[in-house]
Structure formats: structure tokens, C-alpha cells
């Protein structure tokens, strides 16, 4: 990993590539990359690996593939090439495909950017404060952010989800009268459904903040509070724990 993704940096001309994770399957792993432009809160573009050296850039999720990859449960193979038959999974859905003209199959390459995209969506994270939103719209690291408090790193409304807020859009003018348009445009963690999805621990002394997702098992985000080191990582199966609501 270390040789090959400073190559896919440069092959792809991507201003930053960061690891995001492995997705565990039967007979084999797929190691996830991810590129960034300028813009951090543009469409990231995803690659895979089955080797950590051969690199294969991954489509853009669509609505339809999002839901196609709902239907489908159980492990991964670990074969892109792998197709589903949506037939046995939900006969509705294979028979409205086979009428619009399209094989009632899903591949498993199909399958893991949708997965992927799920995972960013639900539980990709980033700590309060290290992006700004420019007036025009683009977001950018905050070059004047040092890291959180130790008191700030404890709770969950000191985590936003880096990516299109849903929450925020319902606020009242009143609630968003306390919020800094620049830094405080994402969705914070303190709602999320259902509560106690998150776990936070202090590690390493109280001198890491490590958060736990309980709804993707496998997704760990860090912080060095007081420090710009934060980042999060995903190793699993790539299944969501659809029982989470009875063990809380």
C-alpha cells in the first residue's frame, strides 16, 4: 500500500488519495482507496484492489444500484465478476428489471460501491471545525484548526457526517441563530438514529479519542485531540447490523 497509492495519486493526478478500508469476502479481501480533488465535499472518486498493487477505478453510485444492493444479503465472495440473482432475492424487483430489458442480476462489483457509499454516507466522520465552507460552496481543510478540546473530543456533537446534511435543513432559524454557517454546515452525530449507534473510548492515557460504530461494525474513526491527526478506517464484512435496535 505504501508504494501503490502515492502511484494512483499520481496517475490520477488526485491532490490527496487516502486508505479507506477492506472489505472482507469469502474467498478473497477488496482493499478501498479513496482520491480527492480541491473541493472535499465533491463526489470522491473510489478505486478497489484485490492485490494492494493493481488499482481499478469504481463508477459513481447511482439511486438504482443503491437499491438493488439492499436486497442483497450475506457475505461478499471476494469475485467482482460474482452476479446476485435477484430472482431468488425479490422476485418484484427482477421481474420490473426483465420488463425494462435488463438482466435480473446484480454484480458484486455493483454491490461494493453502493456498499461503500452506504458506509461514507452513514458513518463517514470528521471532527467539528477541520473543514470550512467557502462562501462560494466549496469546502476546504481548515488550515487554522488545531484539534479539538479533551472536554470537546467526549462528546458526540463534536463529530459531523461528512457529507450532505439532512438534519441541518430542518433546523428552525432560531436553532441555526448559535451555528457558524463557515463550520457548522454538516450534520453532528448527537442525533443519530438509532441513539447509542456510537461508542466513544479514551485510549493510549485519555491521549486518543477512538469512536466505534455499532450500525457498520468494523468502521473506527481516531482524533489526537488537540492535534490535526483524525482519520477512520473500515475492516469488515461490509454488512450492516441490521439487530443493532434489539441490543441497545
Not at 10 to 24: A, K, L, N, P, S
Not at 88 to 96: F, N, P, Q, V, Y
Not at 164 to 177: I, Y
Amino acid at each position: 500500500l505504501a508504494a501503490s497509492l502515492p502511484l494512483v495519486q499520481r496517475d490520477y493526478r488526485f491532490e490527496r488519495v487516502w486508505f479507506w478500508g477492506c472489505i472482507q469476502g469469502v474467498r478473497g479481501a477488496y482493499y478501498i482507496a479513496e482520491g480527492l480533488g480541491p473541493d472535499r465535499a465533491a463526489p470522491r472518486s473510489r478505486l478497489y484492489s484485490l492485490n494492494c498493487l493493481d488499482w481499478s477505478l469504481l463508477t459513481p453510485a447511482t439511486k438504482e444500484m443503491l437499491a438493488l444492493a439492499e436486497q442483497v444479503k450475506g457475505r461478499f465472495q471476494g469475485d467482482p465478476s460474482f452476479e446476485y440473482s435477484l430472482a431468488e432475492i425479490d422476485s418484484e424487483t427482477a421481474a420490473r428489471l426483465v420488463q425494462s430489458g435488463k438482466e435480473p442480476v446484480i454484480k458484486e462489483e455493483a454491490r461494493l460501491i453502493a456498499t461503500i457509499e452506504q458506509i461514507d454516507r452513514a458513518v463517514g466522520i470528521v471532527p467539528r471545525g477541520a473543514f470550512v465552507k467557502t462562501p462560494l460552496g466549496s469546502v476546504h481543510e481548515n488550515r487554522h484548526f488545531e484539534g479539538l478540546s479533551l472536554v470537546e473530543a467526549k462528546k458526540l456533537s463534536s463529530y459531523f457526517h461528512f457529507t450532505e446534511p439532512v438534519n441541518l435543513k430542518n433546523k428552525t432559524l432560531l436553532e441555526k441563530a448559535d451555528l457558524d454557517p463557515a463550520t457548522d454546515f454538516l450534520d453532528s452525530l448527537e442525533h443519530d438514529i438509532p441513539r447509542g449507534s456510537w461508542s466513544i473510548q479514551l485510549e493510549k492515557g485519555a491521549t486518543v479519542v477512538v469512536l466505534r460504530s455499532l450500525l457498520w461494525l468494523g468502521l473506527t474513526f481516531y482524533h489526537v485531540p488537540m492535534t490535526k491527526q483524525f482519520g477512520y478506517v473500515y475492516f469488515g464484512t461490509g454488512e450492516k447490523n441490521l439487530d443493532l435496535p434489539f441490543m441497545l
